[in-house]
């Protein structure tokens, strides 16, 4: 049987989540919004269908991107296919203020006008079920400033792909220390010309080599702040 012939809507339920991770996979936009509505239709609630298809099938995504299976335009596909279901799920999420991770912002620092990197940062965190605020390219730290003032995020994430541009996130992170504001945040940086020792000597809580383990980074970090929190009441 091929694709072309499943009808979505016969499938049962347990089924018709297994099809959108398959579609996901494949970057099948069109798919994951009929899916995405059957659901609804059928009583799920937007909380489910998000964390059970999209978020799982993104997490299928993710894993096979970092093992060098799937690659970028592969998965900016998928992301957008992604992003499809969720325009649907998003008011419906607000409405029933259903619980995220955590929020995000991130933007590639002033000077660099990159952005594949970042946006598919941003949709794999946002598939992941953070809420994510994209400030964009070549973003000076007044930038960064107001939207940490606007969103009060958990996370901050600064992505550059020159290496003239790498050391304008120390000046990012040396500013959120002068206002007191560094340890309220995490921050993470990537980009192809960082590494792991740039990300230490900027004073970034971590650097993330690519989408996949942005995702599994911020995750981790963000639980050790809760414990630590939660430890220190």
Not at 53 to 63: F, S, T, Y
Not at 148 to 171: N, R
């Amino acid at each position: 049987m091929t694709d072309d012939d499943i009808i979505l809507s016969e499938l049962p339920d347990d089924e018709l989540v297994q099809q959108m991770h398959d579609d996901l996979y494949d970057g099948l936009k069109e798919e994951i919004e009929e899916a995405t509505q059957i659901l609804l239709d059928r009583g799920w609630a937007p909380y489910d269908v998000l964390t059970k298809a999209l978020v799982e099938g993104m997490r299928i995504v993710g894993e096979d991107f970092r093992d060098g299976i799937l690659f970028v335009p592969e998965v900016l596909l998928s992301a957008n296919a992604m992003k499809a279901g969720m325009s649907i799920l998003r008011p419906l999420l607000a409405e029933t203020g259903a619980p995220k991770l955590g929020k995000m912002v991130i933007g590639t620092v002033k000077g660099d006008i990159h952005d594949i990197g970042k946006n598919l940062v941003g949709m794999m965190m946002e598939g992941a079920g953070f809420d994510v605020v994209d400030i964009g390219i070549n973003n000076p730290v007044e930038n960064y400033l107001q939207a940490i003032e606007d969103h009060e995020p958990d996370i901050l994430g600064m992505s550059a792909l020159l290496t003239t541009t790498m050391p304008y996130m120390k000046v990012v992170i040396d500013t959120l220390k002068e206002k007191g504001l560094r340890d309220q945040h995490i921050v993470l940086v990537g980009g192809a010309p960082l590494n792991e020792e740039f990300g230490m000597a900027v004073g970034a809580d971590a650097y993330c080599r690519d989408a996949a383990v942005t995702v599994e980074t911020a995750k981790d970090l963000l639980k050790r702040k809760h414990n630590q929190l939660a430890g220190a009441r």
